[in-house]
């Protein structure tokens, strides 16, 4: 419960002025927002769908209204890229870019997530070294 008051006041303190967010996930993911209908295509064919708090569609919503609080949700983090709303998406949306969009703007700003000093050594026998040769790989840049 600690670390997720903490995780939420990092998100908190990441300002945008309004209009920005949007901006910057555009300009971050070369994808137009604004082309999306939310027509529910992405969030029906996810995999993964089950296990998010916001679905794919949301998000982007979230998103053009200006609601930081889709830096807090788990679904950005979720989201493996495996390109099913992508193929998917009438308007020809990359939703795994604009996924991958708002999780730099997380890192850029600093907020670790993932914290690996605090994984415990079973842990860090069990998970595959590809994860986190990944995770080093998003946290550096």
Sequence with gaps: ???ELEKNREIEAISFKKGELVKEVEELSGENLFACYQCGTCSAGCPYVEDMDLTPDEVIRYVILD???VL???TIWL???CFTCTERCPRDLNITKIMEALRQIILRKKVDH???VN???KDKKTIPQLA???LF???IG
């Design 72 to 74: 807090n949700s788990k």
């Design 119 to 121: 994984i415990s050594k």
């Design 1 to 3: 419960m600690k670390k």
């Design 132 to 134: 986190f040769v990944s």
């Design 137 to 139: 790989r998003k946290n």
């Design 79 to 81: 989201c493996s890229s």
């Design 67 to 69: 609601r930081k609080e």
């Design 114 to 116: 993932t914290k690996v």
